[in-house]
Structures are given as C-alpha cells and as structure tokens.
C-alpha cells in the first residue's frame, strides 16, 4: 500500500517514508496567508506556535513567508528572508532539532534558510520557476517537496494525465541539476488553479500518481482549503473535519507527508487509519 522511500539529508540520519504518516506542521509568518495570516509573524509567536506543533506530533515544521492565495500581493526577497530567517535562527537557537522545510519559490530564499539550519526546500512551482532552484538544492544536498502548479490549467483539463507530464517535466529538471530522484517528494498542489471537481478527482486518483512515480514520496496538503470550504459552504476555521477526511482519504491512497495547521487532530486520525490499514502497533 505505502513504499517505502529513503530521502537523503544533509548532517542527519536519512528520513523514511512509509507506512507511518508523517506529520507537517504549517508556519506561516506572513500577515496575509489565507487561514492564519497575522497570527505568528512576529518571532516569538512564531517560535510559541512551533514547540506547540512539535509538542503535538509534527514531524516537520515548514515556514513560509509569502502567501500564495489568490490575490495574495507578490513579497521581494529582502521582505521574505527578513519574515523567515528570524524564525529559523530563533527555532535552532532554542536548541529545537526538528526538521524545517523551508517554504519558498525564491532561490536565494531557500540557499539563505538552509544555510540557516533548514532542511529541506518545500517549492510550490515544482522546480519549473526561478531556474536556480534545482542547483541550489542538489548543491546544498537537500531534498524538494515539488508542488504542482501549472498556470495554465483551466477547468477543461484532465487532471491526472496533465499532473503526471507536469511532474515528469519536474523530474528531468531535478534530473539535469543532479538531484537524486529520491529525494523529490510529489505534491498535487491542492486549490492551485483547478477546480472543486479537479481537486476531488486528484484526491480521489493519488494512487494513480504513486503508481506513476514509484520512486517518489507524496505530500498531501489539503488543510482549511477552498476545496472543503466550498463544499461545506464554511470558514477556514471551521474546516478541520473536512481537513481530517481528506488527510485519511489521502493516507489510504497512498500519502506520505501531510501538511496541515492543527496537529494533533490529523496526527490522531493517521495514527487510526494507520492501525486499521496495517493493525495497531504490538504491545498496545
């Protein structure tokens, strides 16, 4: 059901994807994302809001400093590395040893944080934006979650042939820059430019993408979405029980890494859905 992948990283131990959920705790230190903006973007809420995640069963903290939802004004890279790079010397100099990923479409952004202490570069242009992306990680040896986000989808296109090229694209250039192909890790890019039916045709298909991709590692980032909210008809703060069903949804078809803002709930159901697709753990 879920392969087994080995991600390379860079001063540590290797992290395993498998059958075991991981968990992605969201921080964004913006004052205009779509769910949380404002909420963490000073340093020390920042670093509060991340022993929280932590403490609750992240397994990874990703920091963003620019917001991607529709509308959301374009941030320079100065304004960026002054929201994220506070956070993450705050973060390592607590003596926090958790994995960071650095959230970010900008090259000299990610060379920065991972200079810093992050770890790996989480792209939501899938390595096709700023050419210097692909070189920066494979020189500094660190893996890329590569998000799907192709502009010019519209609401006619087939979702899953069209995902499957776009991230084929990807790998050639991760291929080309020397990046192991291991150590990218496939994200459908929920909400980004497709439609309700597409977002739901993808959740429904990711084991489509696995088979596709078998040497790759799948993140599922659906947390708060429009995708939920339209359904339901409701608020980003009154999303987490559609955010639990498609975190399950995603687990059973194949989800490795889940990138979400309330921890423990998500961590609760993938720790159920885990037992029941593979029985509990011994000796509970």
């Known amino acids: 059901m879920h392969a087994t992948h080995t991600i390379s990283l860079r001063h540590r131990p290797p992290l395993v994807l498998g059958r075991r959920a991981l968990v992605m705790g969201i921080l964004n230190v913006t004052p205009d994302s779509f769910s949380d903006g404002g909420s963490h973007d000073a340093v020390d809420a920042a670093l509060a809001h991340a022993r ?41 100099a607590a003596g926090i040893a958790a994995l960071i990923s650095i959230d970010t479409m900008k090259p000299l952004v ?22 210097e992306m692909a070189e920066i990680a494979a020189v500094m040896g660190a893996p890329v979650i590569a998000m799907h986000w192709d502009r010019d989808w519209t609401s006619d296109t087939d979702p899953m042939p069209a995902m499957q090229s776009y991230f084929q694209a990807t790998l050639d250039i991760a291929t080309r820059a020397g990046i192991d192909r291991q150590n990218l890790i496939l994200d459908p890019g929920f909400g980004f430019t497709k439609t309700l039916n597409q977002n739901y045709s993808i959740l429904r298909q990711l ?48 989800g490795h890494i889940f990138r979400v803002h309330d921890v423990a709930p998500n961590r609760d159901a993938l720790r159920v859905a885990e037992a029941t697709l593979y029985a509990p753990p011994e000796n509970r």
């Open 207 to 254: 084991a489509d993408l696995t088979q596709a991709f078998p040497d790759n590692g799948l993140l599922v980032g659906t947390s708060r979405k429009s995708m939920i909210g339209k359904l339901l008809d409701n608020q980003p703060s009154e999303r987490l029980a559609g955010t639990i069903a498609t975190t399950v949804q995603g687990y059973e078809r194949g």
């Open 110 to 131: 990610a060379h920065q944080a991972l200079e810093a202490g992050a770890d790996i570069v989480n792209d939501v242009n899938g390595l096709q934006g700023a050419p």
């Open 52 to 92: 929280l995640m932590l403490a609750e069963g992240a397994d990874i903290i990703d920091i963003g400093g620019e917001s991607t939802r529709p509308g959301a004004e374009p941030v320079g890279v100065q304004e960026e590395l002054d929201r994220v790079m506070p956070v993450i010397d705050a973060i390592r």
